[in-house]
């Protein structure tokens, strides 16, 4: 009797421990999603060492003047393509004169804001690669990890109780070399996008770039102004926004908005023809060579001078590349550029992870066999998280963020997700099934940006509850349900709820205008302000949208009178003004 009594209060003991005790978390890569995940293990009361194997934190966004170290970094000129209310961190802010889309310098500056806020620079062990991560033998049981480190030639060994993997989708360049014949016999230059850092060097030469995807655009453009000819290959086409918006408003913060009403009732051809309509208004993609090839995946990138650019004749368009001689370039529609001094291949990157062992660093590649693109699917303890291997509509920051947020509360057991043996089996059927041509493959496709934030945020229990925000806070409801879907949004409530957030929303748009604001006239004739129009149509609009939330939802079995109680007061003071 006695020893089985000791027996469980061992049990007792070792499970107090482990809620009690501060776990050890590994983060490899201190770049925008490895800097989230030391804050987010600092808020579960974790404890993380993070191991970065450059010397300063920031990852792609810390400029080099070259790329000899293997890393892969920006461009000097690059300039964001999210603007900062919708790419910031959801508990902290840009400065209200930044700019709205700002160069990779003062993006950088940024980080190294919130790491010294948040006091996280201690935590990162700098200079430091991470060579292997394996599982320690009794991994079924405590989830725990071997991580062998060197650091200026020195090994070490530590075990962890989780790990945080934070090294991006930019770590090798795609090269497909194998795919342009008679690549090998041509004299010029041949270089990646990685190499790309300035235009100097580049002055009256004739210039191809091969890829047209944001970098694509970029290089092309910048390269325009000394290039003495810049040509610029794709195979698909693509759509291309521009940062601004109609009234000169970010595009992010009109666009991605929570009462899309017409996405959800237009049947989809309708709505991909009024898009498409939309985006050729403001020019002919098809006049200007960039429509999408039949057949091909729609994509998007950002840009506000390639149109330009194609319009003063900097840019030529061309078709894919169908072979290559010593001095000239064959393409698909049977045209031929002579006298080509330049290659760069601007065909993205490809994701690896050598440090982990089969057949997790295969699997870990798979975007089907990881749950919610963060699990691995055939792991038994849920102890390893793969943050920021995601592609979404919107700010990527956000997404790993949130994706850091419910990691460590699953670290923690706050949070659960279903058994490896259910999650193989239904990644398994999947993977069979795209095979097979039965189901498409959307891995590669880009994730809806709310709906995947929303996801997450409901397995975390902090995605806003709009009905119940129209009742406690109707004026925070209707920027929350009508204006841009901010970061903040995720703050308002449950775990990791943060005091600011309310305000951080209700100022969002001082802080865009405060920087275009710089040169003040005084106007006399001015036009109706927007809270004229807020007065006039505000109430009906109001109503409209209470009715189309509660059509879907239990808000009316709940709350019927209590939502006439709180609001008429609110809408009656907005019809008097």
Not at 42 to 52: G, V
Not at 116 to 136: A, G, N, P, Q, W
Not at 503 to 517: E, F, G, M, V, Y
Request: glycine fraction near 6%; aromatic fraction near 10%; charged fraction near 25%.
């Amino acid at each position: 009797m006695g020893k089985c009594f000791q027996k469980l209060l061992s049990q007792r003991m070792n499970t107090f421990l482990e809620h009690t005790m501060a776990k050890r978390v590994a983060v490899i890569g201190a770049g925008v999603s490895g800097l989230s995940s030391i804050k987010c293990c600092l808020d579960e009361d974790l404890e993380p060492t993070c191991f970065e194997r450059s010397n300063d934190i920031g990852g792609l966004w810390k400029f080099t003047e070259t790329s000899k170290d293997g890393m892969t970094r920006v461009y000097k000129s690059l300039v964001t393509n999210v603007c900062k209310e919708m790419s910031c961190y959801s508990d902290f802010p840009f400065q209200e004169d930044y700019p709205n889309f700002m160069k990779q310098e003062k993006f950088w500056d940024y980080l190294q804001e919130f790491a010294e806020h948040f006091d996280l620079l201690k935590y990162i062990r700098f200079r430091t690669t991470v060579c292997s991560v394996t599982k320690r033998p009794d991994f079924s049981e405590t989830g725990q990890w071997d991580v062998v480190t060197e650091t200026e030639g020195e090994l070490d060994t530590a075990i962890f109780d989780a790990v945080m993997v934070c090294t991006g989708h930019f770590l090798n360049p795609r090269l497909p070399l194998e795919s342009f014949p008679g690549i090998h016999k041509f004299k010029g230059q041949i270089l990646h996008s990685q190499e790309y850092k300035i235009p100097t060097g580049f002055q009256d030469k004739r210039v191809l770039v091969i890829g047209l995807g944001n970098t694509g655009g970029d290089i092309a453009v910048e390269l325009s102004r000394t290039a003495a000819q810049v040509l610029l290959s794709t195979r698909t086409g693509t759509w291309v926004i521009s940062r601004s918006s109609n009234g000169g408003y970010p595009f992010n913060m009109m666009a991605t908005r929570r009462h899309n009403f017409t996405a959800q009732v237009l049947p989809s051809c309708v709505l991909k023809w009024s898009q498409e309509r939309g985006l050729n208004k403001r020019f002919d993609h098809t006049n200007y060579g960039l429509n999408i090839t039949k057949g091909k995946k729609p994509k998007t990138i950002v840009n506000d001078e390639l149109p330009t650019c194609i319009l003063c004749g900097t840019v030529t368009m061309k078709t894919s590349v169908k072979e290559f001689t010593e001095t000239s370039a064959l393409f698909e529609d049977g045209t031929v550029e002579e006298n080509i001094d330049v290659v760069i291949f601007t065909t993205g990157y490809t994701f690896s992870f050598p440090f982990l062992e089969e057949p997790l660093k295969s699997l870990c590649t798979k975007k089907t066999f990881l749950y919610k693109l963060v699990f691995p699917s055939n792991l038994e303890r849920t102890t390893l998280a793969m943050i920021g291997f995601i592609s979404l509509t919107g700010s990527i920051l956000a997404g790993t963020e949130l994706q850091a947020r419910w990691a460590t509360r699953v670290f923690k057991g706050l949070c659960k997700i279903p058994p490896s043996q259910k999650l193989m089996a239904e990644a398994t059927k999947k993977e069979q099934l795209i095979e097979r041509g039965l189901m498409k493959d959307t891995s590669g496709d880009k994730l809806d940006y709310i709906s995947y934030m929303d996801e997450l945020a409901a397995c975390i229990g902090t995605k806003p509850n709009v009905p119940l925000l129209f009742l406690k806070d109707p004026r925070l409801a209707w920027e929350v349900f009508f204006g841009p879907c901010t970061p903040y949004q995720y703050r308002l409530m449950g775990p990791g709820k943060w005091d600011g957030a309310r305000n951080a929303i209700l100022t969002q748009w001082d802080r865009t205008l405060k920087p275009l604001k710089t040169r003040i006239v005084p106007d006399s004739s001015k036009p109706a302000s927007m809270s004229h129009y807020l007065k006039a149509w505000g109430a009906p609009i109001l109503l409209a949208s209470l009715l189309l939330i509660c059509k879907s939802s239990l808000f009316l079995k709940l709350v019927p009178e209590k939502l006439w109680d709180r609001i008429s007061p609110y809408l009656i003071s907005i019809w008097r003004g």
